[in-house]
């Protein structure tokens, strides 16, 4: 079994909007071991609240708005697959890929649980999973086939997760 390192932490969150880390360092393995991810990788997670991700979402998209996910990947993946473009994504030092980052809004996470009448845990491990594949090189924003197949993926995931 392939050894992850995931890091996440609360940052500016109430008590009780506070998301499950157990559960979303569960949906990072199980989403890289889906994926076929077979060397040992790196990956942050900061759980925030809205002005939180607001800031980061300006600073590095030049959006002045919160979101409910972002996803900074460190290499560039090509989906399917786990195959790098470009440099070797494995650091010499430590042996392991550092994918990247995700930054989570647990308020519009707990909001988009309610809209979609789905418990909090799921809504977490939804955007969790979706975030997860943004740093394996899967987008939904620019064709149709990408958008499709990204949903795909996130659906067999889900299923396994769940």
């Known amino acids: 079994m392939v050894k992850h390192r995931i890091f996440a932490r609360h940052s500016g969150v109430a008590v009780g909007e506070r998301l ?17 991810v077979d060397s040992p990788c790196e990956v942050s997670v900061l759980i925030t609240d809205e002005r939180g991700i607001q800031e980061i979402n300006k600073e590095f998209r030049g959006i002045d708005k919160p979101t409910d996910v972002l996803s900074f990947p460190m290499h560039e993946f090509s989906p399917p697959g786990w195959e790098a473009k470009g440099i070797d994504p494995v650091d010499p030092e430590t042996g ?12 519009h996470v707990i909001r988009q649980a309610q809209e979609h009448s789905q418990t909090c845990e799921d809504e977490t491990a939804y955007l969790t999973v979706h975030s997860v594949l943004h740093l394996l090189g899967y987008d939904h924003t620019d064709e149709a086939e990408g958008k499709q197949q990204m949903r795909e993926r996130e659906r067999e995931i889900m299923y396994s997760v769940q």
Do not use: H, Y
């Open 20 to 36: 499950s880390i157990p559960l979303i360092k569960r949906c990072i393995r199980e989403a890289l071991r889906l994926e076929g």
């Open 96 to 107: 392991m890929v550092m994918l990247g980052d995700i930054i989570l809004s647990s308020k």
